[in-house]
């Protein structure tokens, strides 16, 4: 089974830029842990996504749409990145999920893949 692993983070834990030791940490960490999922040969994508303040949105309500700029839900925390894994079951996914690092308090959620849409 394929589950998207997503990462909701404050990313004001990042205000301080890319040069700041945190991120570098945060990032060292990850890389590690694409490492460790490559060998176990689960990883199947995922990346690290900008600041919620680079978001745009389209929200549509009543048959009308309109654009918002920032992310789509109103939370200290924002989603920060995503891994796609490939396992036997949840509860390899959740131990996949408990390794993800979090330079803060934040929350990993893990969603099965519906797979290729079918004609």
Not at 75 to 101: H, M, N, R
Request: hydrophobic fraction near 40%; charge should be negative; charged fraction near 30%.
């Amino acid at each position: 089974m394929q589950f998207m692993l997503a990462i909701y983070e404050d990313d004001a834990v990042y205000d301080h830029g890319t040069d700041d030791t945190a991120w570098q940490d945060i990032i060292e960490a990850h890389r590690k842990l694409g490492e460790e999922m490559a060998k176990a040969g689960i990883i199947r994508g995922g990346e690290g996504l900008q600041r919620a303040v680079t978001a745009t949105t389209v929200r549509s309500r009543g048959g009308q749409q309109t654009i918002h700029d920032g992310a789509y839900a109103e939370t200290k925390e924002q989603l920060g990145g995503f891994y796609v894994i490939e396992v036997d079951s949840l509860d390899e996914a959740i131990g996949w999920a408990k390794k993800i690092p979090l330079a803060g308090e934040g929350a990993v959620e893990i969603r099965p893949i519906l797979g290729p849409m079918e004609d």
